[in-house]
């Protein structure tokens, strides 16, 4: 007696199962991807606010060696060399108090006003919108 081969059914993913799975991937691509995508700014934020804190620190030592801040002709530059003009600093410190000045992350030099509007001594990145705004990155408003 011949016996007939059976047929099996084989393993695999009908094309409906590979379509739900496409749009479950899409789905979660569409909420996860603009919160990924939010993290460089968020970056860049915190690195200006931490450029701030370390030339605000430089600034405080630069006042305690020579009993005042630069003013702003001087600008922070007085931070990585020693200023001409008045008010002279007469206790420079050898090799400055920082080594050199960055630019804020979005490719901006670091704003400075003596006397500022917010304290003694300002400092500050225009922020994201590159403009001056209530957005700016400011020794007065690290805790934002």
């Known amino acids: 007696m011949k016996t007939r081969p059976t047929i099996y059914n084989s393993a695999g993913f009908t094309l409906i199962e590979i379509m739900v799975v496409v749009v479950i991937l899409a789905i979660l691509a569409a909420t996860v991807v603009p919160k990924i995508m939010d993290r460089p700014e968020q ?3 915190t690195k200006a606010k931490q450029d701030v804190r370390a030339m605000e620190a430089a600034l405080d030592l630069y006042k305690l060696d020579n009993f005042n801040y630069p003013n702003t002709d001087q600008g922070l530059e007085a931070l990585a060399s020693k200023p001409s003009g008045s008010p002279e600093p007469k206790h420079y410190r050898d ?7 960055q ?15 917010h304290s003694e001594a300002d400092i500050f990145s ?18 934002k």
């Open 95 to 101: 090799g400055g108090y920082i080594k050199s000045l």
């Open 43 to 45: 970056a860049r934020i």
């Open 103 to 117: 630019q804020d992350p979005w490719g901006n030099p670091y704003q400075y006003l003596s006397p500022g509007e």
């Open 126 to 143: 225009i922020g994201p919108d590159q403009q001056p705004s209530d957005d700016d990155i400011g020794n007065w408003n690290l805790d």
